[in-house]
T-cell receptor, first 114, second 113 residues
């Protein structure tokens, strides 16, 4: 099992540019979570999907952020346009959609917006 | 909506000292509870979990946690810490009626050799 795979591991971009983060969940998992981690705010849940459908996106900070899950094996988080305050580590996690399971995390994408 | 509070932002201990990290959650329904650990520069890994049954759960590396329903608490303990336990520890709650997984802000543990 390859685990949750995120790409890229590191991204440096200029303010105003579009950024796309990618996630491949563990095969057979049908819940997927996007988190943002910063020193100030800790680990924040941005959005989660069940069976490719967004269930709760109340954590998405603003309209510049969007997430999609076109199929069970792929999800993207897009920021357009990016701003320096978006600099953070973005984690993707997946779990089985049953009552008693844990989430497994990817290695994260460290985003720096200059 | 559920929320998680971790009482300590940064804990500094010497090796062999005992550890207890506090975690309280707010949610009136049935929950699953987790502790995750994040070593420097790495992703989050599961330390232990509580779903039902014995409220005292044992995890990896000698960690344990006790679920006290009346106090809405799930504190993490270890009798004797090691330098290698230096990491950030996150408590998380998943309400069984919902699909989300909410984390506390984390407690950074520094163990002095």
């Amino acid at each position: 099992d390859a685990g949750v795979i995120q790409s890229p591991r590191h991204e440096v971009t200029e303010m105003g540019q579009e950024v796309t983060l990618r996630c491949k969940p563990i095969s057979g998992h049908n819940s997927l979570f996007w988190y943002r981690q910063t020193m100030m705010r800790g680990l924040e849940l941005l959005i989660y999907f069940n069976n490719n459908v967004p269930i709760d996106d109340s954590g998405m900070p603003e309209d510049r952020f969007s997430a999609k899950m076109p199929n069970a094996s792929f999800s993207t988080l897009k920021i357009q346009p990016s701003e320096p305050r978006d600099s953070a580590v973005y984690f993707c996690a997946s779990s089985r959609q049953v009552a008693n399971t844990e989430a497994f995390f990817g290695q994260g994408t460290r985003l720096t917006v200059v | 909506a559920q929320s998680v509070s971790q009482h300590n932002h940064h804990v500094i201990l010497s090796e062999a000292a005992s550890l207890e990290l506090g975690c309280n959650y707010s949610y009136g329904g049935t929950v699953n509870l987790f502790w995750y650990v994040q070593y420097p520069g790495q992703h989050l890994q599961l330390l232990l979990k509580y779903f039902s049954g014995d409220p005292l759960v044992k995890g990896i590396k000698g960690f344990e946690a006790e679920f006290i329903k009346s106090k809405f608490s799930f504190n993490l303990r270890k009798p004797s810490v090691q330098w290698s336990d230096t990491a950030e520890y996150f408590c998380a709650v998943n309400a069984r009626s919902q699909g989300n997984l909410i984390f506390g802000k984390g407690t950074k543990l520094s163990v002095k050799p």
